[in-house]
């Protein structure tokens, strides 16, 4: 296992640039009067399959693609977002695509990665899902999953990279949900050229599986998906790649679920954008960081995804 560093993260964005939205910074003057802080969302409810996970998928394929790699067959897990961008990746590269869902999956996430030409196959379990990949990759398709990779993890952390390069002074800190960690993994590497940058994850309280697992030194394993509304943080757990960086945050904020669903309605509102609950996460966790300062900061708060089912 491989220690990432700002280099490949900055490769990274450089080789998906084509490809994918540069997605804007939006902020809030009414929420930043309200709080006393300034605060900027990275809206990658925007991106390309509506979520940041566009990111890893597609630099993973192009990167293989560079080295002459390209699979015939690419296989992986997801319970929505990175079974999108699997699907809208291999169909750029013409390579097929074979995506692991729950059935507790959202419709709309689903639906969105049949649309893009992908075979979905449906388990009961999360933890059925994950067992059964493993079969295909012994027959011969390429696992690329939803975090566990260095290449997902370094194009997933181009999303806050791309963010600082927007912002005319860098942030006091950075806020991210976390599922399996590739996105705060990703992030804490973005800001590795400043040392004054802290860099917080989010998870819901009652899927807090990265919360535990820094707390107890070791992996923390759920025996199935976590009833948390955030369908993006129901991972059964973090892996050992995406662990060693979670061990280096400056913090996980562990969100309630009523305090999810108050920010997605909020910043909904606010911001004029779709946001699964999942990308609320940020926000609530910046708020608790925020109650705690003495003095205004300049915050970043990744919002990870839009993808909704139009019924709620």
Same mark, same amino acid.
């Given at each position: 296992?491989?220690?990432?560093?700002?280099?490949?993260?900055?490769?990274?964005?450089?080789?998906?640039?084509?490809?994918?939205?540069?997605?804007?910074?939006?902020?809030?003057?009414?929420?930043?009067?309200?709080?006393?802080?300034?605060?900027?969302?990275?809206?990658? %409810?925007? &991106?390309? $399959?509506?979520?940041?996970? !566009?990111?890893?998928? *597609?630099? #993973? +394929?192009?990167?293989?693609?560079?080295?002459?790699?390209?699979?015939?067959?690419?296989?992986?897990?997801?319970?929505?977002?990175?079974?999108?961008?699997?699907?809208?990746?291999?169909?750029?590269?013409?390579?097929?695509?074979?995506?692991?869902?729950?059935?507790?999956?959202?419709?709309?996430?689903?639906?969105?990665?049949?649309?893009?030409?992908?075979?979905?196959?449906?388990?009961k379990k999360r933890s059925e899902v994950e067992e059964a990949v493993y079969g295909y990759q012994e027959?011969?398709?390429?696992?690329?999953?939803?975090?566990?990779?260095?290449?997902?993890? %370094?194009? &997933?952390? $181009?999303?806050?990279?791309? !963010?600082?390069?927007? *912002?005319? #002074? +860098?942030?006091?800190?950075?806020?991210?949900?976390?599922?399996?960690?590739?996105?705060?993994?990703?992030?804490?590497?973005?800001?590795?050229?400043?040392?004054?940058?802290?860099?917080?994850?989010?998870e819901p309280l009652i899927a807090n599986d990265a919360a535990r697992s820094r707390r107890d030194g070791?992996?923390?394993?759920?025996?199935?998906?976590?009833?948390?509304?955030?369908?993006?943080?129901?991972?059964?757990?973090?892996?050992?790649?995406?662990?060693?960086?979670?061990?280096?945050?400056?913090?996980?904020?562990?969100?309630?679920?009523?305090?999810?669903?108050?920010?997605? &309605?909020?910043?909904?509102?606010?911001?004029?954008?779709?946001?699964?609950? #999942?990308?609320?996460?940020?926000?609530?966790?910046?708020?608790?960081?925020?109650?705690?300062?003495?003095?205004?900061?300049?915050?970043?708060?990744?919002?990870?995804?839009?993808?909704?089912?139009?019924?709620?």
């Amino acid at each position: 296992m491989t220690t990432l560093d700002y280099e490949k993260i900055r490769a990274a964005l450089d080789r998906i640039r084509p490809f994918v939205h540069e997605t804007p910074l939006l902020s809030s003057s009414l929420l930043n009067q309200k709080l006393g802080h300034e605060i900027f969302f990275k809206a990658e %409810c925007l &991106q390309k $399959t509506g979520a940041f996970k !566009a990111r890893g998928a *597609l630099n #993973t +394929l192009i990167s293989l693609k560079e080295k002459g790699q390209l699979p015939v067959e690419v296989v992986t897990f997801s319970s929505g977002n990175h079974a999108q961008a699997i699907a809208w990746s291999c169909q750029l590269f013409k390579v097929k695509a074979k995506i692991l869902m729950p059935e507790s999956v959202s419709r709309a996430k689903l639906n969105a990665t049949r649309s893009y030409g992908a075979e979905v196959i449906l388990f009961k379990k999360r933890s059925e899902v994950e067992e059964a990949v493993y079969g295909y990759q012994e027959r011969g398709a390429y696992l690329i999953p939803p975090y566990d990779h260095d290449d997902v993890i %370094c194009g &997933q952390g $181009t999303a806050c990279l791309e !963010a600082l390069s927007q *912002l005319t #002074t +860098l942030p006091d800190a950075v806020f991210a949900p976390c599922g399996g960690g590739g996105l705060i993994s990703g992030s804490w590497l973005a800001t590795r050229q400043s040392s004054s940058i802290q860099v917080f994850g989010a998870e819901p309280l009652i899927a807090n599986d990265a919360a535990r697992s820094r707390r107890d030194g070791r992996i923390f394993h759920w025996p199935d998906s976590p009833p948390t509304i955030a369908d993006g943080a129901r991972t059964l757990h973090i892996s050992e790649r995406t662990f060693q960086y979670i061990q280096k945050l400056d913090g996980i904020f562990e969100i309630p679920e009523e305090e999810i669903l108050y920010w997605t &309605q909020w910043l909904c509102s606010l911001l004029k954008v779709h946001l699964e609950p #999942t990308a609320a996460l940020g926000m609530a966790a910046a708020l608790q960081w925020m109650k705690s300062q003495t003095t205004q900061k300049r915050v970043l708060v990744i919002l990870s995804g839009g993808n909704v089912d139009r019924e709620g």
